[in-house]
């Protein structure tokens, strides 16, 4: 779930537009193919779903896929409260800071090209970008903006302002983009949270979740190449994958049909208020998707067909994470997490992303063989205790399918920088309202840079 960031009032962490035209089966809810292969799954599947729903998520869709496409699909709850329909096969959602991976394969490709290292600097490609208060782009490479090991502090978090997360500043500021300058600007206005090492930034092993470091990555795309980031992603990934229905929104804060309302309880209310509509930032989480593409494209790239060898393992040498998700043992490599599940001695890579109204949340085996993606439509500011539930429920349905059987798994730990893994509490400086996994919301709306 991306991280939130300064923002005058609410920022909607809505995602994106895009008018694509859907079939006439998708937007009238048509029932899913049937899965020829294994009933048993889906059955499986689908009471992990229904318990999603029973934690207060108005709807949940989740899509299992493997070699030979889908392997089981389920969905639960209504499209929308008032008209009681159901979740439409493959509606479009928001995906959030699941654009990180995305963002990440984009910068690695270039690093396998020879465009840039790894241990390049940001000053060396965006010149005095960033200073100030203290804040060093001499001092972060590369790996530190992908690893989140820059002490960059998370534009989101800089300004936010618990008394803005309201209805009413939500709906004064769900049409209004945000710049990635502006973005940096409000994160540079406070001292860093630390300088990496001077002797071997790269190497720095504190760990700060920041949307400010994607927003970066970004800029740093668009230096290296001299295209836009949208343009970069859709040559390089979006249209080789075949991903028809996944898209950069521009500034635009609509979500093509089939979707469902995007419902969010703000806190101290009781009703839920439709949040479908927002901007949804940029490289750090604005990708409009499906539970199809988003499973193609976590396969392929696990399954090494995105990456060549060597990106691909840097990609998963990680640094040990805490306070980021209710799971142990979770690590942050390049863009993706692994944690340990039980009955794989090889764990399983993640991300996950939260916008306000929806949350996506993923899985991939360490080979690519199998993944699972997730949309539910209901985002809890309202109570910490709500959104743990959900949030629990949802990493339960994501381990019973890809865990291996019963059991603990033999070998949790996973390697430390220098080699691959194997396969929660909140930051006390976020205020009460932001309870829930703040460093993968990403925000919406004008930011405060003061």
């Keep these: 779930m991306a991280g939130m960031t300064g923002v005058t009032g609410m920022t909607a962490i809505s995602r994106r537009t895009g008018l694509a035209v859907a079939t006439a089966a998708l937007l009238t809810g048509a029932a899913a193919p049937a899965s020829a292969a294994a009933p048993r799954r889906e059955r499986a599947l689908q009471r992990h779903v229904d318990a999603i729903v029973a934690t207060g998520v108005s709807g949940v869709l989740a899509e299992v896929r493997g070699p030979r496409g889908r392997w089981a699909?389920?969905?639960?709850?209504?499209?929308?409260?008032?008209?009681?329909?159901?979740?439409?096969?493959?509606?479009?959602?928001?995906?959030?800071?699941?654009?990180?991976?995305?963002?990440?394969?984009?910068?690695?490709?270039l690093v396998g090209e020879g465009r840039l290292k790894l241990t390049d600097t940001v000053e060396r490609w965006l010149p005095g970008a960033i200073r100030g208060h203290g804040n060093d782009g001499r001092r972060i490479t590369v790996t530190n903006l992908l690893r989140q090991t820059s002490g960059l502090n998370d534009y989101f978090a800089v300004g936010a302002d618990p008394a803005d997360l309201t209805p009413e500043a939500y709906r004064r500021n769900r049409f209004r983009p945000q710049s990635p300058e502006e973005q940096l600007k409000a994160a540079l206005s406070r001292p860093p949270l630390w300088l990496p090492d001077a002797d071997d930034p790269a190497g720095e092993r504190r760990w700060g979740y920041s949307n400010t470091n994607y927003v970066v990555a970004g800029l740093l795309i668009e230096a290296v190449t001299g295209h836009p980031w949208a343009q970069e992603l859709h040559?390089?990934?979006?249209?080789?994958?075949?991903?028809?229905?996944?898209?950069?929104?521009?500034?635009?804060?609509?979500?093509?049909?089939?979707?469902?309302?995007?419902?969010?309880?703000?806190?101290?209310?009781?009703?839920?208020?439709?949040?479908?509509?927002?901007?949804?930032?940029?490289?750090?989480?604005?990708?409009?998707?499906?539970?199809?593409?988003?499973?193609?494209?976590?396969?392929?790239?696990l399954g090494g067909r995105v990456l060549r060898p060597a990106q691909l393992a840097a990609m998963r040498q990680t640094v040990p994470v805490q306070d980021w998700i209710p799971a142990e043992g979770v690590?942050?490599?390049?863009?993706?997490?692994?944690?340990?599940?039980?009955?794989?001695?090889?764990?399983?890579?993640?991300?996950?992303?939260?916008?306000?109204?929806?949350?996506s949340e993923c899985g991939v085996t360490p080979d690519g063989t199998t993944a699972v993606t997730s949309a539910a439509f209901t985002l809890r500011l309202d109570s910490p205790e709500q959104n743990e539930r959900q949030a629990r429920a949802t990493l339960r349905m994501v381990d019973a399918v890809l865990g291996g059987g019963a059991g603990a798994a033999a070998s949790l730990g996973g390697r430390d920088l220098g080699g691959e893994a194997p396969g929660g509490r909140l930051p006390a400086s976020w205020p009460p309202a932001f309870a829930v996994r703040p460093g993968r919301l990403v925000a919406v709306g004008a930011v405060r840079s003061g």
């Design 235 to 301: 040559e390089r990934i979006i249209e080789p994958l075949g991903l028809r229905d996944t898209f950069t929104p521009g500034t635009s804060s609509y979500v093509p049909r089939p979707t469902a309302t995007g419902y969010t309880y703000f806190p101290n209310g009781t009703r839920p208020v439709d949040t479908t509509l927002g901007f949804g930032g940029g490289a750090d989480g604005c990708l409009i998707s499906t539970p199809r593409d988003h499973g193609v494209f976590l396969r392929a790239l």
């Design 331 to 359: 690590r942050y490599g390049l863009g993706i997490a692994w944690r340990p599940v039980a009955g794989r001695r090889d764990g399983i890579w993640f991300h996950g992303g939260t916008s306000l109204g929806c949350v």
């Design 73 to 109: 699909a389920a969905r639960a709850g209504v499209a929308d409260l008032a008209a009681k329909a159901p979740v439409p096969w493959n509606a479009y959602y928001r995906i959030g800071s699941d654009t990180k991976t995305f963002t990440a394969v984009v910068v690695l490709q």
